[in-house]
């Protein structure tokens, strides 16, 4: 008889599993709806990735086509997962940005921060795919 393998994927085994590009880019302000921004992204940011490491470390590559051919083709990052693995850190050693993780599984991430300007609230979702 065939034995089954119970061990179970973490959060850590998803993100760690490939490359992911960013494929919708939802904003909402106050009480409207979402509205999908991704058709103001230029061409060449669309193959732009992420891909995440095991110890923490990532790596922001600006993928075939760069925008700005000065630019570096990657940058480095760091990464964690905050209260309980609900969050994501993501950080430079100049800056970091921890936001929710509303789905994390083997073909999607996305999560969302929010941002309170003049007692407006906006939210801010990102998914990505591989």
């Known amino acids: ?9 973490s959060n850590t085994d998803y993100l760690t ?18 509205v999908e921004t991704i058709g103001d992204y230029d061409a060449c940011e ?7 490491n095991t ?9 075939a086509t760069k925008c700005d051919p000065a630019d570096p083709q990657t940058a480095d990052l760091t990464w964690e997962f ?3 693995g609900s969050q994501l850190k993501i950080g430079t050693l100049l800056y970091s ?5 509303v789905t994390l599984n083997a073909t999607n991430l996305v999560i969302q921060s929010s941002d309170n300007s003049g007692g407006v609230v906006s939210l801010y979702k990102l998914t ?3």
Not at 1 to 9: E, S
Not at 26 to 33: D, I, P, R, T, W
């Open 1 to 9: 008889a065939c034995k089954k393998d119970d061990k179970k994927t």
């Open 128 to 130: 990505f795919a591989h």
């Open 17 to 34: 599993s490939g490359n992911w590009k960013i494929v919708s880019d939802q904003e909402k302000v106050g009480a409207a709806a979402w």
């Open 55 to 63: 110890n923490n470390t990532a790596v922001y590559d600006e993928g």
């Open 46 to 52: 669309l193959d732009n990735f992420y891909k995440f």
């Open 97 to 101: 940005d921890t936001a929710d993780i």
């Open 82 to 84: 905050l209260n309980n």
